[in-house]
């Protein structure tokens, strides 16, 4: 019967009839709940009649095994008869024939008629034992019952005799926090400890979620601390775990409220369970950032990045901010980074905030690339930082920067203001920069003044760059036609004492023939006036 072979359990049992072996009521007693566990009910029912027809009188075991096996095939109506008829015949029910029938009609819906027999076998003397308690008291709860569980609750302390179902309780907890009693949820946890009835983490989820709910975060802080400090989450026999909506809530406040690393301490055992809670992991950014911990949120970051979870906007802003709060600019570039590979585009305010940073911490060169950043991400602000980074490059002489950043500028349709960065390059002497600022300008043919050309040409002049002043003079003059430069002679006599005949010949040759262009322009210009 144990391995479901009813069939040859049968023929054993002819065998024994032939032999005129007769059988016991144990006899009928393993047969009926063998055929029951084969779900044979209706051979069990013949086998029952036949043990009464053979003058063996059915026990309480028999009719415990009749009703438990109705009841577990829903024929509560054939379990009623059995029961009915057990008493007739003057057998009294025990606590498993109570507990049968109560467990039978709370799985039919029928908890009053499982109340019904459970205030009968009380009144019997009959005692609960802890199996009627977790049949009666999930039913208590699906029919929110509240203060019959509780007061089943209070009679299992008492009695110090309880289910060692943990899931009992957790559904008796969410029944008293559903009708928004979460006092009498907490007394059930106490109720556990006092019945030594081990603790789970899905007991402190519905404690801390509904704690966080009506606002009493001290409290929840409170479970939190036993929850973190012996581990609960990590123990491997707990069945139940600590839930979104209760984690969430309480790491929210705790990041909110200055103490975050109790958050991430909490959050990296629920990690070990393999919780990636997006929210969860912002917040602990966000609220690293706040309390001026950046570093750790930048570690968080990272975790995230790893296992491919999605940052949020707002919490790069807060640890680049946080950075900077710290004066750490170089750290600050690097999270402004990390937001760019992101997907993100920071805001103009925060690109200016890292430049300033930066340009205050002398890193012209990284103050430099965050400007190039900006502009290819379409962001056109700060246009005077962008000017003060230009000129400390080209103070520095990091021309071929300098000029990258130029060249980017104006494929973004901004304009350089080159007349100030060549009159600034003239008065601090840096002659050779100013001369490839004002060639590459030149090339891209853009706006400038005749003054600013005649500024550099005397810089050149000045320092005795002759050939330098007549290769850019020469691509001037090809420009705009520029003649009256007053050090042109002077120009041209240098060229010729120093050997540099040819070049002296090809400018003054040239600059004669835009005078003469010029003259003639302007006579065309008056007789048409006139």
């Not at 036993?226 to 139940?240: A, D, G």
């Not at 965050?370 to 490059?393: R, S």
Request: charged letters at 30%.
């Amino acid at each position: 019967m144990q391995r479901g072979r009813y069939m040859m359990a049968k023929r054993y049992f002819n065998r024994m009839l032939s032999e005129g072996i007769k059988p016991t009521c144990h006899t009928y007693n393993v047969l009926l709940w063998g055929f029951f566990l084969s779900k044979k009910v209706d051979i069990a029912a013949r086998f029952f009649q036949e043990m009464k027809e053979a003058g063996i009188q059915p026990g309480v075991i028999t009719y415990n095994t009749m009703i438990y096996g109705y009841h577990r095939v829903d024929k509560m109506q054939e379990a009623e008869k059995m029961f009915v008829e057990m008493k007739a015949g003057d057998i009294a029910p025990n606590e498993i024939s109570y507990t049968s029938m109560i467990k039978g009609y709370v799985t039919a819906g029928q908890l009053d008629d499982a109340l019904r027999l459970y205030q009968e076998m009380k009144s019997l003397d009959v005692k609960p034992n802890e199996f009627t308690y977790a049949c009666l008291l999930p039913g208590l709860c699906d029919a929110e019952k509240v203060l019959e569980a509780k007061n089943m609750l209070n009679e299992m302390a008492e009695r110090h005799i309880a289910p060692k179902d943990k899931s009992v309780y957790l559904k008796l907890m969410a029944c008293h926090c559903k009708v928004g009693d979460v006092d009498a949820a907490a007394d059930v946890l106490k109720a556990m400890d006092s019945l030594s009835i081990p603790t789970e983490a899905g007991h402190y989820s519905i404690l801390i979620e509904n704690f966080c709910k009506i606002g009493a975060y001290d409290r929840a802080v409170d479970l939190l601390d036993k929850v973190i400090e012996s581990e609960i989450i990590l123990l491997p026999e707990s069945q139940s775990e600590i839930e979104v909506a209760a984690y969430n809530p309480i790491i929210s406040f705790l990041c909110t409220t200055g103490q975050t690393q109790k958050a991430e301490i909490f959050f990296r055992q629920l990690m070990k369970k393999g919780v990636m809670d997006l929210a969860a992991f912002n917040e602990l950014i966000r609220g690293h950032a706040r309390e001026g911990s950046p570093d750790q949120a930048y570690e968080i970051l990272k975790i995230m990045e790893r296992r491919g979870i999605l940052r949020e906007a707002e919490s790069y802003n807060l640890l680049v901010e946080s950075y900077l709060k710290k004066g750490e600019s170089a750290d600050a570039k690097t999270a402004l980074d990390n937001m760019l590979d992101s997907g993100y585009v920071p805001e103009s305010a925060l690109f200016r905030s890292v430049m300033d940073s930066l340009l205050a911490d002398d890193r012209i060169q990284t103050a430099s690339r965050v400007m190039k950043c900006m502009l290819e991400k379409g962001v056109m602000e700060n246009l005077d930082l962008v000017e003060k980074i230009l000129e400390k490059l080209l103070l520095r002489e990091h021309v071929v920067e300098a000029i990258g950043r130029i060249n980017l500028l104006l494929k973004s349709g901004i304009k350089p203001n080159f007349n100030h960065l060549l009159s600034m390059l003239c008065e601090q002497q840096k002659t050779l920069v100013a001369l490839k600022v004002l060639d590459f300008g030149l090339e891209k043919d853009c706006d400038m003044d005749c003054k600013t050309y005649e500024k550099v040409l005397d810089a050149l002049m000045a320092s005795g760059k002759t050939l330098k002043a007549y290769s850019i003079l020469y691509k001037i003059v090809q420009r705009s036609g520029v003649t009256d430069w007053k050090s042109s002679d002077e120009l041209i006599k240098s060229l010729n004492e120093q050997g540099n005949t040819r070049q002296a010949d090809a400018i003054s040759r040239m600059l004669n023939a835009e005078d003469r262009a010029r003259r003639n322009k302007k006579i065309k210009i008056q007789a048409a006036a006139a």
